[in-house]
């Protein structure tokens, strides 16, 4: 039996990541750092630094197109979407939130945020009709979230006291995640919470992680949840992106309470993870500045399938494709089950 058990496990094993990399090509190239995605009308649309703006398309990449949002080199890291528009908010004061048309993309401000310490790090919409706006915390360490409902931005009155040093990443648009009942903001520095908002009854609840914290560059970057039960939260620590104690953790109950995977079994620093739509949380794809990995048993264990380098943000584009971008490029991995 001792002889026998070996091989089952290397069975399981390649049973397990069985998945290949198929095909992986860059599809834009240029002087640009982009942490924030989205698909539409089978186009990859972006934001990035020096105010750009633009898409490329998936069937033709030679049809692309970019724009500058403002004559002023603002600096992008969010990226929205609604029916009608396309929304997105520079990082630094002043905050200047951007509406996008999809039709001709001409771009408006609709809001803008003064204060000294603005500093926004991720901007969601959890339905057609509402979204939020994450900032770091002003000197009053009080949460600050712009608001957009009934088509108008507005400051989200918030009795959430942050701790000294606790932040957020505005490294790839993905500390906040939501379904329909639930909204989740995660935090990293000195502290690495999660900030829960029940959508319907408009209360915060704010949950401990046994994430890696204490640090300004420690502590989640990236979650994302399947339903209203299931999630995954990365990250790390950027000034040591090797390590991998840690850096990523799972919950089963909505946020609640969170049990740390794979610690120093993976990777290392990831900026943004993400859930194969329809696989319930099962299989998951995550990438860091240094690598690309994937999850096939509820991010439990780690198969790093691509050494690529430079990719901030991810997106499933179907079952088998993914989209990642970040320092001067787009690029799409397929890949073979």
Partial sequence: ???????????????????KVERFETLFSDKI??????LYDGKIWYSGTDSKFGFVDLKNPKNQKQIQLSEKKLQFRTLAQDKNSFYAVNIESPAEFFKISK??????????????TSFYDALHFVNEKHAFAFSDAGTDNRLKLAEWKYGKWSMY??????????????ASNTNMASTKNYLWIATGGKASRILRLNLKKGDFEVFNTPFVQGESSQGIYSIDFSDDRFGIAVGGDYTKQEANINNIATTKDAGKTWQVQASGQNAGYTTCVKIKPGSGGKEIVSVGDRHISYSSDFGKTWKKISDEKGFFVCEWIDGNTIVFAGKDKISVMKLQF
């Fill in 1 to 19: 039996m001792k002889k026998i058990f070996p091989v089952i496990f290397s069975l399981l094993g390649m049973m397990m990541f069985s998945q």
């Fill in 103 to 116: 039709i001709n993309l001409t771009a408006e401000i609709v809001y803008s945020d003064t204060a000294k």
């Fill in 157 to 170: 009155s918030s009795t959430i006291i942050l701790e000294k040093g606790e932040a957020a990443f505005a």
């Fill in 33 to 38: 750092s982009i942490r924030a995605i989205e």
